[in-house]
């Protein structure tokens, strides 16, 4: 049964700290791994999409890497508005296409 | 471009009734997806259609839960009956290609009392 495990729960920083979240995966076949952010009352909204070990993909103050057992998303000199859960997902080799998630980090960043 | 829409975005229904839930996906997207998510959790994988057929529906409740894509655009989603469970929000997702990024809509809040 494939698995996504994210630390921690919740973090909680202050304007212009750089952090890293952590997604562990167990999953038979990887075909990727994606990270959503997602927004009180929203639907997650799509971030990156890492496909090989090695793979790292930007956007603004994020990076996302990731490794065979695991994936990074650092957020640089975060900003009030990066306030959000960030969730990790993981898609399997097989017939079928949906994805698998942690249960997401809930991040605040304090002015 | 126009994202997913769903409606309604929010319902209030008692244990035992029935509830259906609507979603149009991203215009040329032949991927949809329906994702349960309950308070302080991902989401859940309920079911894929790719066009009008179902790829997996493994994780769908099917004594209680169905859906259908009868044209292979819209989608509907119904719960029948309700039980207090199913209390959470209900996310439609469509992507352009089978594993590609998928985008969801902003969510359908069920409260079941």
């Known amino acids: 049964e494939d698995q996504v495990t994210q630390s921690p729960e919740a973090l909680r920083l202050q304007e212009g700290e750089s952090s890293s979240l952590n997604c562990s995966y167990t999953v038979s076949g990887l075909r990727g791994l994606f990270w959503y952010r997602q927004d009180p009352g929203k639907g997650p909204e799509f971030l990156f999409t890492l496909y090989s070990a090695g793979e790292e993909k930007e956007k603004e103050r994020l990076k996302a890497t990731l490794t065979k057992k695991e994936s990074f998303l650092h957020i640089t000199a975060p900003k009030p508005e990066d306030s959000a859960t960030y969730l990790c997902a993981v898609q399997a080799g097989g017939g079928a296409d949906g994805l698998t998630f942690g249960k997401g980090t809930h991040l605040i960043i304090q002015p | 471009e126009a994202g997913v829409a769903q409606s309604p975005r929010y319902k209030i229904i008692e244990k035992r009734q029935s509830v259906a839930f609507w979603c149009n996906p991203i215009?040329?997207?032949?991927?949809l997806y329906w994702y349960q998510q309950i308070l302080g959790q991902g989401p859940k994988l309920l079911i894929q259609f790719q066009n009008n057929g179902v790829v997996d529906d493994s994780q769908l409740p099917k004594d209680r839960f169905s859906a259908e894509r009868l044209k292979g655009v819209d989608s509907t989603l119904k719960i029948q009956p309700a039980k207090l469970e199913d209390s959470a929000v209900y996310l439609c997702?469509?992507?352009?290609?089978?594993?590609?990024?998928?985008?969801f809509g902003q969510g359908t809040r069920l409260t079941v009392v």
């Open positions: 997702a469509s992507s352009l290609l089978r594993a590609s990024e998928a985008f």
């Open positions: 215009s040329g997207h032949a991927t």
